[in-house]
């Protein structure tokens, strides 16, 4: 699809709204012509004294109807267009937006959320101004200088209308190499512009490492330099602009000139009457602003046409997860898994980080992993949750291989507690029932009574209304993890995930939220991921992850007995709890 027929899908939806705005204007244009007309006849009919009070006082009220219908005119074009622009360009953002959803999470990894919110705003705005006031800047001076000239040439001289406009051509062919090079720096200033919103979003978001290793200064300068870039660029525009902008006015100046000139001379010798000279250089007035309209469109369809194409670049990427056709609904996921030959190698890694694991969780159980940082667990559990594409066969759920169920299913299914646990920046009560349609307060209440954080979110002045993150309270660590646990109970799904989630919290706690699970979890599935055994041991299974191979499989007692990688990581922690204590 062409850069084209991207618009016009959005811009047909309207058409009727175009179709009404492009015909008031027509009419505004065309009652515009009668002004000077009126005004020459006012003219010529006082300097032949052949009009008397009566006839100016009808020619004035007809310029005072005329100016109301003008004015009436103006604003319906402008209700009409300037109204559809504005809804197609939300139409477009919305677009976006889902589009942006469906993209995987190794998107958000390769792109930068600052290009992308820069991509959402400013450059949005750009083509918003190319399908509404550039649209109107185009269909009212090309309109109106047709118009303009006719009259021109029939109702004053053929020939000096010829001559004032040979300066105009001028303009027309200047303006088609101006329209290249400044589609290039407008596209050079959309990515400084990226770029700068990058930059700040960045250093707001790691403001605490920035403070902690004293880096302000270090930023600041950065940020002056991104800054002075963006300015730059934006120079760039300008003085193109500035350049240009004055030519036209000379342009226009040298039809003024030609106009009193030689209309002087054609009005002094009588061929045209003087009312027709000022109704000609009234005319020549109305037309500097077609030119001028015409530079404005031509900076507008640039910097639009520059902005478009970051904006199809966005919809151009598909999501390479996505339903395959043979995925076929499933009623209710039981929570059995089969890990079978799983190998898995991340993008950009020359060595896979997962190596054929074979594992088997029937549904009910409890699977514990346990390895030591980087070595795959996390990988492990995004794959289960179709983050990252499998081949066929290596992980199968309820017997069926992972590729061919729905993915809204599949995710339906999974309660997850991620490692970073994101809370979002609004109440606790809405972050807790984030993923649950339907819930009330005693649901709520359940699930963090069950992840030990009940106690806590009541000391709070606001209780569960409390705002958290960036607009509220924050969080401690702890508190933040067990609302993550919290909200992934609330979903109450066959599968559990908790990706060391339990990292943050003293024994006492763990313990406490442990027996918990037990209790609310039986007979459905749960996967914990855990650097200290403590977590862990009463799993019914737990997995040795070690350089992505399953070392050790087998429940605490087995994996003790074995004397390998599980039992000196139970020593050593045995240990340093013993020191820890002294
Ligand atoms: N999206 C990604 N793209 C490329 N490589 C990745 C990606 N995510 C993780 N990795 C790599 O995969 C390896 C395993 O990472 P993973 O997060 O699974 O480890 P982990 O066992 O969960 O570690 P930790 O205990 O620190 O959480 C690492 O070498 C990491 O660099
Ligand atoms: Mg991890």
């Known amino acids: 699809m062409g850069t084209f027929q991207f618009i016009l899908q959005y811009i047909k939806k309207y058409r009727l709204q175009y179709a009404a705005g492009i015909l008031t204007l027509l009419v505004v244009d065309y009652a515009n012509l009668f002004i000077p007309k009126l005004t020459g006849t006012v003219t010529d009919g006082l300097a032949a004294r052949t009009l008397d009070w009566d006839g100016v006082v009808s020619c004035l009220i007809s310029i005072f109807a005329l100016g109301f219908t003008l004015a009436l005119g103006r604003f319906l074009w402008r209700y009409f267009l300037f109204g559809s622009s504005r809804s197609i360009e ?64 029939y109702y004053v001289d053929i020939k000096l209308t010829l001559l004032a406009v040979i300066p105009m051509l001028l303009i027309c062919v200047g303006e088609i190499y101006y329209g290249k090079i400044i589609h290039k720096r407008f596209l050079k200033r959309q990515e400084a512009v990226s770029d700068l919103t990058d930059f700040v979003q960045e250093s707001f978001s790691g403001v605490r490492v920035i403070k902690a290793f004293v880096r302000e200064r270090a930023e600041l300068r950065a940020f002056e330099k991104a800054n002075r870039n963006s300015m730059d660029k934006n120079l760039q525009v300008i003085r193109l602009q500035s350049v240009v902008m004055p030519l036209l006015d000379v342009v226009i100046g040298l039809s003024s000139l030609i106009t009193l000139v030689y209309g002087g001379y054609l009005a002094l010798v009588g061929d045209i009457t003087l009312g027709r000279f000022v109704a000609f250089n009234q005319y020549v007035n109305m037309l500097v602003w077609p030119m001028l309209a015409c530079g404005d469109a031509i900076n507008m369809f640039s910097q639009g046409a520059a902005s478009i194409r970051r904006i199809r670049e966005i919809f151009e990427e598909k999501p390479e997860i996505a339903d395959r056709e043979e995925a ?58 179709h983050l990252y594409n499998t081949k066929p066969g290596m ?178 922690q045995q240990l340093d709890e013993r020191e820890k204590k002294l």
């Open 90 to 153: 939300r139409e477009m953002r919305n677009d976006m937006f889902a589009h942006l959803e469906k993209m995987d999470v190794e998107y958000y990894n390769e792109h930068k959320t600052g290009d992308l919110m820069a991509r959402f705003t400013s450059d949005l705005n750009a083509v918003r101004m190319s399908i509404g006031p550039a649209v109107i800047c185009v269909f009212d001076a090309s309109v109106m200088t047709v118009m303009v000239i006719c009259q021109m040439m």
């Open 328 to 385: 076929v609904e499933v009623e209710q996921i039981r929570g059995d898994i089969v890990f079978s030959h799983l190998t898995f190698l991340h993008r950009g890694h020359s060595e896979p980080t997962l190596k054929d694991i074979n594992l088997s969780v029937p549904a009910g159980t409890t699977l514990a992993v346990i390895g030591r940082t980087g070595n795959g667990k996390s990988t492990l559990v995004n794959l289960l949750l």
């Open 395 to 572: 992980i199968w759920i309820d017997g069926r291989d992972i590729n061919t169920i729905p993915l809204k299913t599949l995710r339906e299914n999974i309660a997850y507690v991620p490692q970073d646990n994101f809370l979002f920046s609004d109440t606790l009560k809405s972050n807790i029932a984030f993923g649950t349609d339907d819930w009330d307060m005693e649901a709520v209440v359940r699930a963090t009574q069950a992840a030990c954080i009940h106690e806590s979110i009541v000391a709070f002045p606001d209780g569960y209304e409390t705002i958290v993150g960036e607009r509220g309270v924050t969080l401690s660590g702890g508190q933040k993890q067990r609302s993550s646990i919290a909200r992934a109970l609330m979903k109450d799904a066959p599968i559990l995930i908790l990706d060391d989630a339990l990292s943050a919290v003293d024994t006492d706690t763990e313990e406490h939220i442990l027996r918990n699970l037990k209790e609310n979890r039986a007979g459905k599935t749960t996967i914990l991921i855990a650097h200290r055994i403590s977590t862990i041991q009463n799993a019914d299974i737990i997995l040795v992850l070690e350089d992505g191979e399953a070392k050790e499989i087998g429940n605490h007692e087995e994996l003790m007995e074995k004397n390998g990688i599980y039992r000196s990581m139970f020593e050593q």
